[in-house]
């Protein structure tokens, strides 16, 4: 089982900052990586697939990159609505599909 | 839109077998690959499992020997079943859809189910 290692654990941020979260594989998984977003009570959205690619609708404040084993989340500048956890995924081993254990984006 | 919506007990008795459908509207189910994620509360997400449209199934090897998921083309739904059910098993249980195995882009809201006598 591929293991999805993310950092920081929770991360301090103003509005109209930018934050960068890390995730890292325990081995590669080439371009086969998503993002989430979940808000308190709400399931997770998917912002992220191939690693790079926004899904429709994600606003291009939001960017991933990276392949192999790392990988980053980058939102250029926090809007009030940004705050939330976000879940990196593999699936390019699979069963099972993994995900990382989040990091919450909280305001500063 | 694809909109998907699980249903089933909110409450389930220890060693019983927890059952969840997921209706889906929208779209037919006769496309996507159909997954199982769950949540503990507080806690990360779990992937417990997908059914393609064509009955292919896989599991999470951690749950393997307790879980199936099958699909009712006529009725547009899918389900889970997981059977000998413990307190480890309490979580929020989300259904999914997406057109890869990783790539979730519809879910439903989730739905609690607790494991209690």
């Known amino acids: 089982e591929i293991v999805m290692t993310q950092s920081p654990a929770t991360l301090s941020v103003s509005p109209g900052e930018r934050a960068t979260l890390s995730c890292r594989a325990s081995q590669s998984v080439s371009d086969n990586l998503a993002w989430y977003q979940q808000k308190p009570g709400q399931p997770p959205r998917l912002l992220i697939f191939?690693?790079?690619t926004r899904d429709t609708g994600i606003p291009a404040r939001f960017s991933g990159s990276g392949s192999g084993r790392e990988f980053t989340l980058t939102i250029s500048s926090l809007q009030s609505e940004d705050f939330a956890v976000f879940y990196c995924q593999q699936y390019y081993d699979w069963p099972p599909v993994t995900f990382g254990q989040g990091t919450k984006v909280e305001m500063k | 839109q694809v909109q998907l919506q699980e249903s089933g007990p909110g409450l389930v008795k220890p060693s019983e077998t927890l059952s969840l459908t997921c209706t889906v509207s929208?779209?037919?189910?006769?496309?996507?690959?159909w997954t199982w994620i769950r949540q503990p509360p507080g806690k990360g997400l779990e992937w417990i499992g997908y059914?393609?449209?064509?009955?292919?199934?896989k599991y999470n090897p951690s749950l393997k020997s307790r879980v199936a998921i099958s699909l009712d083309s006529s009725k547009n739904q899918f389900s889970l079943k997981l059977t000998s059910v413990t307190a480890a098993d309490t979580a929020i249980y989300y259904c999914?859809?997406?057109?890869?195995?990783?790539?979730?882009?519809?879910w439903g809201q989730g739905t609690l189910v607790t494991v209690s006598s």
């Open positions: 929208g779209g037919s189910i006769n496309s996507y690959y």
């Open positions: 059914i393609y449209y064509s009955g292919t199934t």
């Open positions: 999914a859809g997406g057109p890869t195995v990783g790539v979730v882009f519809a």
């Open positions: 191939g690693a790079s």
